[in-house]
């Protein structure tokens, strides 16, 4: 037996993705107990040019940037399950992490 936790990946299909925002309605649910999709870790955006339902959200980066360049290191990494989070009492609202992140996935 090791002591090794699996990492999930959420893997989004915009093949198969109808614009339902279900899985923003899961989210919310799941981590905060409530059917809110402001509080959703996904964002499910309609794409123009390729005429598709795109879902962005974090990657849980091996080496996060917005770690990095947080001011106050209010940005962990679990070292068991690799999750990438935000500890709000610490944050500042400096946006720095939203700036730096790839995809502008910090949301403050």
């Given at each position: 037996?090791?002591?090794?936790?699996?990492?999930?990946v959420?893997v989004?299909?915009?093949?198969r993705?109808?614009?339902?925002?279900?899985?923003?309605?899961?989210?919310?649910?799941?981590h905060?107990?409530?059917?809110?999709?402001?509080?959703?870790?996904?964002?499910?955006?309609?794409?123009?040019?390729?005429?598709?339902?795109?879902?962005?959200y974090?990657?849980?980066c091996?080496d996060?940037i917005?770690?990095?360049?947080?001011?106050?290191?209010?940005?962990?990494?679990?070292?068991?399950?690799?999750?990438?989070?935000?500890?709000?009492?610490?944050?500042?609202?400096?946006?720095?992490?939203?700036?730096?992140?790839?995809?502008?996935?910090?949301?403050?």
């Amino acid at each position: 037996m090791t002591n090794e936790t699996e990492q999930m990946v959420l893997v989004h299909d915009p093949d198969r993705c109808v614009g339902c925002r279900f899985c923003m309605v899961a989210c919310s649910h799941k981590h905060f107990g409530v059917v809110d999709l402001s509080k959703s870790n996904i964002r499910i955006y309609f794409d123009l040019k390729t005429l598709r339902f795109e879902a962005i959200y974090c990657h849980h980066c091996d080496d996060p940037i917005c770690m990095a360049v947080c001011p106050v290191n209010a940005i962990v990494k679990d070292e068991n399950t690799g999750i990438v989070r935000i500890q709000p009492a610490k944050c500042i609202g400096c946006r720095l992490c939203n700036t730096m992140c790839p995809l502008s996935v910090p949301w403050v």
